[in-house]
């Protein structure tokens, strides 16, 4: 068992994140109003009422143009912000989209024509001299020419499909979970955050994270998110977001 399972720091004393033992410092939580409210253990099962979907929810991504900052959707509009920090109650992976239309070339906000909710099995049309009115039907990613490498119609060795990952989180402003959205050039910055975390025997949903932005250049310059962890959380609030996680892929997995 390494240090950190087997030390029970005082709660209330804040630790260096720079310790020389290695160790991931926990420290005492931000104040989400997920723990610091009665609601909040009542939340999840308010929404799962109220039939909320994940459509329902708020959303962020990654802005286009390298930009650094997310739009926010506030108590009185949008906000711009250049960290977001969140407990992560459930990341779902394997989603695909494709649009008929290259992205790029429509208004940014048209539906795909073909999507995946688990990576293996696409619902749509994906005929790309077809219209949208095309027979929707399903079919077999593996099996798709747009789930190829070098089949992105700009060039390139990417895949046209394109592939993201799905994440519920809880900010510092709300008690109803947030839908963040992590293209396809994020998904590896995210990965290697939830394994440096599994090497602690830690979970996302164990801590809070902050996510930023670095501008990088490809075909085209594009924002990719980059993740730390700010804090672990009490085992209290640990074991909260347990049940939380639960509820949450009761609640929106397979959506």
């Known amino acids: 068992m390494n240090s950190l399972c087997a030390s029970k720091p005082n709660p209330k004393?804040?630790?260096?994140?720079?310790?020389s033992t290695g160790e991931?410092?926990?420290?005492?939580?931000?104040?989400?109003?997920?723990?610091?409210?009665?609601?909040?253990?009542r939340?999840?099962?308010?929404?799962k009422e109220m039939d909320i979907k994940k459509f329902d929810l708020d959303k962020i991504k990654a802005p286009s143009g390298?930009?650094?900052?997310?739009?926010v959707e506030g108590l009185d509009g949008i906000e711009?912000?250049?960290e977001l920090e969140v407990v992560i109650g459930l990341m779902i992976g394997g989603q695909r989209a494709w649009h008929r239309v290259n992205y790029e070339d429509s208004d940014g906000g048209a539906a795909p024509d073909c999507v995946s909710t688990d990576g293996k099995t696409g619902f749509g049309s994906r005929d790309k001299d077809g219209d949208e009115d095309s027979e929707k039907t399903a079919m077999d990613c593996d099996d798709c020419p747009w789930n190829q490498w070098e089949s992105h119609r700009s060039g390139g060795a990417g895949r046209d499909c394109g592939e993201k990952a799905i994440?519920?989180?809880?900010?510092?402003?709300?008690?109803?979970?947030i839908v963040i959205q992590v293209s396809a050039t994020s998904l590896k910055?995210?990965?290697r955050h939830a394994m440096k975390l599994m090497g602690f025997g830690l979970e996302l949903h164990d801590v809070v994270t902050s996510i930023t932005l670095e501008k990088r250049a490809g075909r085209v310059?594009?924002?990719q998110m980059v993740f730390k962890r700010v804090e672990s959380l009490p085992a209290e609030h640990q074991a909260t977001m347990l049940n939380v996680t639960n509820e949450l892929a009761n609640a929106f997995a397979g959506q």
């Open 13 to 19: 004393t804040k630790m260096s994140k720079k310790q």
């Open 24 to 41: 991931i410092a926990t420290t005492t939580p931000s104040d989400f109003p997920l723990f610091a409210s009665e609601k909040g253990a």
């Open 43 to 47: 939340i999840m099962s308010t929404l």
């Open 66 to 71: 390298g930009a650094v900052a997310f739009e």
């Open 80 to 82: 711009y912000k250049q």
């Open 167 to 177: 994440l519920y989180a809880f900010t510092k402003t709300s008690l109803i979970p």
């Open 189 to 191: 910055p995210l990965k």
């Open 221 to 223: 310059e594009y924002s």
